[in-house]
């Protein structure tokens, strides 16, 4: 059976060096699992990420929630090293992104928003060729990725192109390619949407038993309700900024509300009283 | 519609002109190197105009109206095109006729730099040809010309697609567009041995090529015009009109089955939907290659690329077989399988230059995986070193049964190793400095993306001539050792030709994984599809 804990090596404690932007920390301090310092960028005239400092520690599920635009896709890209900061930096534990992108890589696991996989290979392959790029031996890759294509309900469908597969399929197999190499830090965008009630809960515990592990995972999503019943820290980033962490049930206190999602909707937009259009009140024609 | 969709065209145009530096400086050089290459043909066809008697001009007319109408409609096909066309598929929800659609596909198609070819021909045609009496129906039939090339240009581009959304299709299509390429080819040299035996005059007049004219109605209306009047070419301008609209109806009835029908996938050969990637060796090199392998068959351009080998097998043998002088004495050279490295040379370009284009989206995806730049081109290279021996191989054997040079066969071996090490020296340092976005997979294979850029084009162009100068050296050596006196060794040549190869290798591995380290995320963004 797949044992979802993650690496031994990156639970060890390391020093942070000071010269990587962070502050200093005791010798045996662990370091966050994923951090940001200043992180920065600018597409032309507009700031779509604004010198954000972000700490996640090792074991957390942390919810990272913004409206379309604010910056939540452009932060996960720089942190996993796909896209260049304009200013500061970010790090996987002890490693710098920008300073030891491999040592990085060799920690992640990334599902992205978009389906970005190849989509010429079928399920079993696209497993295969993660997990050798990622060093893992033949045998355990083929027991890994036979074990995790069971365990998602893609079995029957290993043998197919990816390009064949369903919405949910693919997030499926994406989500198996991400943690095939047992990463300690998972980024996950919108890792439920088109996936099926079954397999929704399925991921569900998956992903609650890696945390207990002492994984990390950042997780992007606009299902509230899924971020409200995974997430021990949830933080909200508006115009490329963080502007609220807290954990869910403190940030449903800080706003005065019941559920994670009104807590969001007060703390982005102020208010959800807009109706629309009057045109489209009418009988459509 | 058909002014929306010209108005899309030439916004998405004016746009991309705007936001593109590349395409500021790329699409004036476009025209302009397109008109002056239109200029110059035009001269030439006025000046053989002037020197035929009048029933031997209308011939050559006709010919010439033949040869552009081919050339238009096949060219797309053979190369892949120049101009960003705009999807159907886009507008398959539009609340449109399919008439007005395909009107508007039609007329936005003109909008392109290559429209200015055949606007100055015909022009030219109707300057050269018709007396002031004809004018108007001279105008007029070149403008039906032009519709019927437009309309049969876009029929024969969609044919090609709808074959090649089918897994045998995508087969055939190879030797469709082998077959078009080794048609042209025949049809030049049959065109090239008649005119030099018996002149051009009374090449034109003895070859009347009216009974073909049913295929190409609006040219026989121009030439019935010039010799008997307007009136006369009635007749075949109906028939033009008729058999515009029936290409159009073609053309229509195509475009819906390909807007309802899915494409099929490639299907995974048997070994590899039961193994996955296990077998054939692990590693990271060895499975990036087999990656790699895998989309040369399994992506229909990549596909399309590789099967090129075959149309150059093709082009070659015909070239000796059929070809006339210098060309036909090739036949004895027992060197010939020497060429062969030299022809596969054009074959792996568009995939050796462009190692990360090819990756379109899925870049993200490889980028993220913990692998050196280095070994990360080393596992590309290894997939098209493979590639490029394979065909080499085979046009060598090819070319020795031809030529009977079986005793020199050995000596490709070295050479080629040279000629792909090269190619992948170069090819590895364009793909990381300049490399070319390239359209989504799944859409129509002969689309083109949108900000292509004349950077990318013009390096490429660039380093195959680089290329070639640092293949310069070893094939000399190679010569050297069949021909003028054979004064140096094989061994020596093969040693030197690997060498050297393998010397430029190094050095562009080492400079390539470095460049790549520190561009790693400006590749992703450039290659990236939005």
Not at chain 1, 180 to 196: K, N
Not at chain 2, 145 to 161: D, K, P, W
Not at chain 2, 282 to 295: C, D, H, P, Q
Not at chain 2, 449 to 464: K, M, N, V, W
């Amino acid at each position: 059976m797949v044992q979802f804990q993650p690496d031994a090596a990156d639970e060890t404690s390391v020093h942070l060096a000071t010269s990587r932007g962070l502050d200093a920390e005791p010798e045996t301090a662990t370091p966050p699992a994923v951090w940001t310092k200043g992180l920065t960028r600018r597409f032309g005239k507009s700031v779509a990420v604004d010198g954000l400092d972000l700490t996640i520690a090792p074991g957390e599920f942390y919810g990272l929630l913004g409206q379309n635009g604010a910056g939540k896709t452009t932060t996960i890209k720089m942190i996993v090293g796909l896209l260049r900061p304009t200013a500061g930096t970010a790090g996987i534990g002890p490693f710098d992104t920008w300073e030891q992108p491999l040592e990085v890589k060799r920690r992640i696991g990334v599902l992205p928003e978009e389906f970005n996989l190849y989509e010429r290979l079928t399920g079993a392959e696209l497993l295969d060729f993660t997990a050798a790029m990622h060093g893992l031996p033949q045998r355990e890759a083929t027991e890994r990725r036979d074990e995790l294509l069971a365990l998602l309900d893609l079995e029957g469908d290993a043998a197919k192109l990816v390009a064949d597969y369903s919405r949910g399929m693919r997030k499926k197999v994406a989500l198996a390619a991400a943690i095939i190499h047992r990463p300690s830090v998972l980024f996950l965008d919108e890792p439920f949407e088109g996936v099926d009630a079954v397999s929704a809960r399925l991921i569900r515990r998956l992903l609650r038993r890696y945390t207990e592990q002492g994984a990390t995972i950042v997780f992007s999503s606009h299902e509230m309700h899924l971020v409200e019943r995974l997430c021990t820290r949830i933080g909200i980033m508006e115009h490329g900024r963080l502007t609220m962490e807290d954990t869910p049930e403190g940030l449903c206190r800080r706003m005065g509300v019941e559920t994670v999602e009104d807590a969001f909707i007060a703390a982005v937009a102020g208010s959800d009283d807009k109706d629309g259009p009057t045109w489209l009140g009418a009988s459509p024609g | 519609m058909v002014g929306r969709l010209a108005w899309l065209k030439t916004r998405l145009l004016w746009n991309g002109l705007r936001s593109d530096l590349q395409r500021r400086i790329g699409f004036p050089v476009a025209i302009v190197a397109l008109g002056a290459g239109a200029w110059y043909l035009a001269g030439r066809y006025t000046e053989i105009m002037e020197t035929l008697s009048p029933p031997a001009a209308r011939q050559f007319a006709l010919w010439g109206a033949v040869a552009l109408f081919a050339v238009w409609v096949t060219l797309p096909v053979v190369i892949f095109p120049l101009d960003e066309n705009l999807d159907p598929a886009r507008f398959a929800l539009a609340p449109v006729s399919r008439w007005r659609l395909a009107t508007g596909l039609g007329v936005s198609a003109l909008i392109a730099p290559s429209v200015v070819v055949p606007a100055i021909l015909l022009g030219t045609n109707v300057a050269v040809l018709a007396p002031t009496t004809t004018l108007p129906a001279a105008v007029a039939a070149s403008l039906l010309l032009g519709v019927q090339m437009v309309v049969v240009g876009q029929l024969f581009s969609t044919a090609v697609s709808a074959v090649l959304r089918s897994r045998r299709g995508r087969d055939l299509a190879v030797f469709l567009i082998m077959g078009i390429g080794l048609a042209g080819f025949a049809a030049q040299a049959t065109v090239a041995r008649v005119v030099g035996r018996v002149g051009l005059e009374q090449a034109a007049l003895s070859h009347p090529i009216r009974g073909w004219m049913t295929l190409l109605p609006p040219a026989a209306a121009q030439n019935v015009a010039v010799a008997t009047g307007w009136v006369g070419s009635l007749g075949s301008a109906i028939v033009a009109v008729t058999w515009i609209f029936g290409m159009g109806w073609m053309w229509i009835r195509l475009l819906d089955w390909m807007l309802t029908t899915p494409g099929q996938s490639p299907r995974p050969n048997r070994a590899a939907r039961r193994n996955g990637m296990a077998g054939w060796g692990w590693g990271i090199r060895r499975v990036l290659a087999r990656k790699e392998l895998r989309f040369y068959l399994r992506d229909p351009r990549q596909r399309l690329v590789w099967t090129g080998a075959v149309i150059f097998v093709g082009l070659a043998a015909a070239s000796i077989l059929v070809g006339t002088g210098e060309l036909a004495a090739f036949r004895r050279q027992d060197w010939l399988p020497l060429a062969a490295p030299g022809l596969v040379l054009f074959v792996g370009l568009p995939i050796a230059l462009n190692q990360f284009g090819w990756e379109r989206n899925a870049a993200s995806y490889l980028f993220v995986l913990p692998i050196r730049p280095r070994s990360m081109l080393m596992g590309k290279n290894l997939a098209t070193f493979g590639a490029l021996m394979v065909e080499t191989a085979v046009l060598a054997v090819a070319l020795a049964a031809l030529s009977g040079g079986w005793a020199n066969l050995w000596l490709v071996a070295p050479l080629a190793i040279c000629s792909a090490a090269l190619q992948l020296a170069v090819g590895n340092l364009v793909s990381v400095l300049t490399p070319l976005r390239l359209p989504r997979e799944g859409t129509d294979v002969f689309a083109q993306a949108t900000e292509q850029g004349c950077l990318a084009i013009a390096s490429q162009i660039a380093s195959f001539f680089a290329i070639g100068m640092l293949l310069v050296p070893p094939a000399s050596v190679t010569v050297l050792t069949v021909a003028f006196g054979r004064v140096v060794s094989p061994w020596v040549a093969s040693g030197f030709a690997v060498a050297w190869g393998a010397a430029f290798y190094l050095v562009s591995i080492w400079l390539s994984g470095i460049l790549l380290r520190r561009r790693l995320p400006e590749v992703v963004q450039w290659v990236q599809v939005s």
